[in-house]
Every structure is written in structure tokens, then in C-alpha cells.
């Protein structure tokens, strides 16, 4: 048995079956897991994933592009001519 850290939840882990480096999730919270240690099994929370922070960073990047696309249409709009 291993203990999560996040909730204290009592999860049944056979060290048979895992490796140091392994992931797993909380049955009972969902934290993502990391296996840090195996006699006895030892959990700690999962170091966040580096390409998930690209991809919520992108989609942030993206709003802002759409905002400035909008703009500059706008200031295409007339030619730039005075009739």
C-alpha cells in the first residue's frame, strides 16, 4: 500500500509491478502520481508535463493573435486614401 500526497488516500500498488519513474493516478483525488520510491513503494506528485505548459501557453498566444488580426483588418479597411 502507498499513501497519495495530495489526499492521504491509501492506494494498493503491488512493487512488483511498477518501477521507480512510473506514473500512476489517484483513484480517489486524480492527482498524477509519480513511483519515487519501492521498498516501500513511495508517491509524490508527477512533475507537470512541459509539452502540456506549451500547448496552454500556445493557446494563450493564439487569443492574443486573433485580437491583433482583427485590428490591423481595421486599419486596412479605408487604403489609407483620402477622396
Known amino acids: 500500500m502507498a499513501t497519495c ?3 492521504d488516500a491509501e492506494i ?3 512493487e512488483f509491478d511498477v ?3 512510473d506514473q500512476l493516478s489517484c483513484p480517489d483525488c486524480g492527482s498524477n502520481l509519480e513511483v519515487v520510491g519501492l521498498s516501500p513503494i513511495e ?3 508527477a512533475p507537470e508535463d512541459e509539452d502540456e ?3 496552454e501557453l500556445e ?3 493564439l487569443e492574443g493573435d486573433e485580437d491583433d ?3 490591423e483588418e ?6 489609407g486614401f483620402d477622396e
Open 5 to 7: 500526497p495530495e489526499c
Open 53 to 55: 505548459e506549451d500547448d
Open 69 to 71: 488580426d482583427a485590428d
Open 12 to 14: 494498493e500498488v503491488d
Open 59 to 61: 493557446d494563450d498566444d
Open 19 to 21: 518501477d521507480k519513474g
Open 74 to 79: 481595421e486599419d486596412e479597411g479605408d487604403g
Open 43 to 45: 508517491l509524490d506528485l
